[in-house]
């Protein structure tokens, strides 16, 4: 079982940035495409962002197209989302999640079995 830690998240302006950390413990990391996902205050949990085993194939939800990068280091066990120009719309808990099976990667909620406890991001206005 994956064991996923996430961390970075703080409170910042509109137009800062903030890079956010997910470490994995557990099977090799290598086997797991991985995703962010985002919950604002009364809404569900939506879709961010998600990366392939190797890194080279990534895909974002429209509204972070250009500000935001998902990265992995599988030699750290790490993936990463750097968050630039953000927007108080971006305020929300951000959760990262192992896939459990996808060939490539997945973008929706049911298709991660592994999930992280979440860290905030606020942005203020």
């Known amino acids: 079982q994956v064991q996923l830690v996430e961390s970075g998240g703080g409170l910042v302006q509109a137009g800062d940035s903030l890079r956010l950390s997910c470490a994995a413990s557990?099977?090799?990391?290598?086997?797991?495409?991985m995703g962010w996902f985002r919950q604002a205050p009364g809404k569900e949990r939506e879709f961010v962002t998600a990366?392939?085993?190797?890194?080279?194939?990534?895909t974002y939800t429209d509204s972070v197209k250009g500000r935001f990068t998902i990265s992995r280091d599988n030699a750290k066990n790490t993936v990463y989302l750097q968050m630039n120009r953000l927007k108080p719309e971006d305020t929300a808990v951000y959760y990262c999640?192992?896939?459990?099976?996808?060939?490539?990667?997945?973008?929706?909620?049911?298709?991660?079995?592994?999930w992280g406890q979440g860290t905030q991001v606020t942005v203020s206005s």
């Open positions: 557990g099977p090799p990391f290598s086997r797991y495409p």
């Open positions: 999640a192992a896939d459990s099976g996808a060939l490539l990667y997945g973008i929706r909620i049911y298709e991660y079995k592994y």
């Open positions: 990366i392939s085993r190797g890194g080279r194939s990534t």
